[in-house]
């Protein structure tokens, strides 16, 4: 059975940092991914690592947050410099076997965590 678990949310002052962690078991997959949702608003894509493809961000986290994958732990991060309180959401965690191109739409991922909160402060 596939679980993906996350870990790292919290709150955090304007400019501070944090890292998330995804830990899935079950299986490998090509790509894994992170998602944000703030509350009434639909999950949006913020940044993927694929094994076939390498990492894309989404413009607004270009710069300040930096997704890597450790393979022998089958884990995902983001690391989140410079954060702003629009970086606040909800974030979760999807891993999809598709790596060319690599999938930046919800209904691309087969997996999902449960999220985890962020929420940076002003």
């Known amino acids: 059975q596939v679980q993906l678990v996350e870990s790292g949310g919290g709150l955090v002052q304007t400019g501070g940092s944090l890292r998330l962690s995804c830990a899935a078991s079950g299986r490998a997959f090509s790509t894994m991914a992170w998602f944000r949702q703030v509350p009434g608003k639909e999950r949006n894509f913020v940044a993927a690592?694929?094994?076939?493809?390498?990492?894309y961000y989404v413009d607004s986290v270009k710069g300040r947050f930096t997704i890597s994958r450790d393979n022998a732990k089958n884990t995902v991060y983001l690391r989140m410099n410079s954060l702003k309180p629009e970086d606040t959401a909800v974030y979760y965690c999807?891993?999809?076997?598709?790596?060319?191109?690599?999938?930046?739409?919800?209904?691309?991922?087969?997996?999902w965590g449960q999220g985890t909160q962020v929420t940076v402060s002003s």
């Open positions: 690592f694929s094994w076939n493809s390498g990492t």
């Open positions: 999807a891993a999809a076997q598709q790596g060319i191109p690599i999938p930046t739409m919800m209904g691309q991922y087969d997996y």
